[in-house]
């Protein structure tokens, strides 16, 4: 059986790598995501269609410039696993340098839902644009 330590550990291996193809196959048909802010990302993201459009858009919006890595070890709670990150952005006139806690829950082996949570949402709204 595969833990949620392992189904998380590799979506953020593939993430940081940029293997997108892995990322999305950590994702349950039914996936959920919960994306902070008022911007083009922000709000709740349903099904693996959906969140793969949203970070296709966000690589887009950068400049292929977005980077995501985690800045601490992986904390299980059961089906739920925590992460702190932190991200950096550039694109024509604007930058992002963000701290943040990624929260998933596992569930049958794939990602079942994800809330985001950001240190200065101010510095994400202005970087990703107006929703």
Known sequence: MTTPLTVVTTYFEALESGDFATVAAQFADDVVWHQPGSNRFSGVHHGPDAVGAMIGGMMSISE????????????????????????????????????????????????????????????????????
């Open 64 to 131: 292929g410039a977005f980077t995501l890595h985690r800045n601490g070890p992986l904390m299980v709670n059961g089906d739920v696993v925590a992460a702190t990150v932190h991200w950096t952005g550039k694109r024509s006139g604007a930058e992002m340098d963000g701290v943040g806690v990624d929260l998933m829950r596992v569930a049958d082996g794939k990602v079942a839902e994800v809330w985001l949570f950001t240190a200065d949402p101010a510095e994400e709204d202005a970087f990703w644009g107006a929703a």
